[in-house]
Structures are given as structure tokens and as C-alpha cells.
């Protein structure tokens, strides 16, 4: 079973808004200053939310949606979890899920790239 393109792009969203200044994306920060229609909240009806453009970009991540409402619980919870055993060293055992496992390769590639930009912006 592979993840979806939905789900496969909010995994990935919520991995590079990890690494993105989200101070300036706080709800009520937002809604305060009339920005929720400017990003594209998800917490509006479509309507609402004018024509589609990109609100949010970060690498090969990309969203025509404000990353706060755009990501799931699932996609969060996954992300720490792949956090978690990556800090710890702990491999997945058999009984793990495919989609876990599916979720975990994806997040694994991203962390690759991560690491890489890093090192070769270092020399």
C-alpha cells in the first residue's frame, strides 16, 4: 500500500514547516492582523479563500493552503514519531504498519536532502 498523493504532500509540508520560522504563523496572530484570507486558511470555507497561488514554499515543498491547517494530526504525529526513532536508533519492527513504513521512507528522503544542503552549503 502506497501513500497517497494528498497524504504524501502533506508528510512533506509538515516536515519542512518543522524547519521554517512558523512564529509568523500563529492563528490568532494571523487572523488578528486579516492574514487567514491572504494564506489561504483551511479553516475557511473554499469560497472564502479566493483563487489558489502558492502560500507557503520551502524547498520542494510547496502549499496553496496555510501549512497550519493543511496538516494533518496523522501527519504530525508520524513526523515525531520518525524524529523519535531516528534520535534513539530504534529500527521498525515487523509488526509495523505499511503505511508507517511507507511514511517513514518518505520522511527519510527528505531528512537525506536536508542533511545534504546542509553539508554542501558548509563548504
Not at 487572523?31 to 514554499?57: D, I, M, Q, S
Request: glycine share 8%; with cysteine.
Amino acid at each position: 500500500m502506497r501513500i497517497d498523493g494528498d497524504r504524501k504532500k502533506k508528510l512533506i509540508v509538515a516536515f519542512h514547516f518543522q524547519f521554517a520560522n512558523r512564529a509568523g504563523w500563529d492563528c490568532d496572530g494571523c487572523r488578528k492582523n486579516g492574514l487567514e484570507v491572504k494564506r489561504r486558511c483551511g479553516y475557511l470555507p473554499t469560497e472564502a479563500r479566493g483563487e489558489p497561488r502558492l502560500v507557503f514554499v520551502r524547498k520542494r515543498a510547496q502549499s496553496d493552503e496555510c501549512p497550519k491547517s493543511m496538516v494533518t494530526g496523522e501527519s504530525l504525529s508520524l513526523l515525531e514519531e520518525f524524529f523519535v526513532s531516528r534520535r534513539l536508533g530504534m529500527q521498525s519492527g515487523i509488526e509495523t504498519s505499511a503505511r508507517k513504513v511507507d511514511a517513514f521512507l518518505i520522511l527519510r528522503e527528505e531528512m537525506e536532502r536536508e542533511e545534504k544542503d546542509v553539508t554542501s552549503s558548509e563548504h
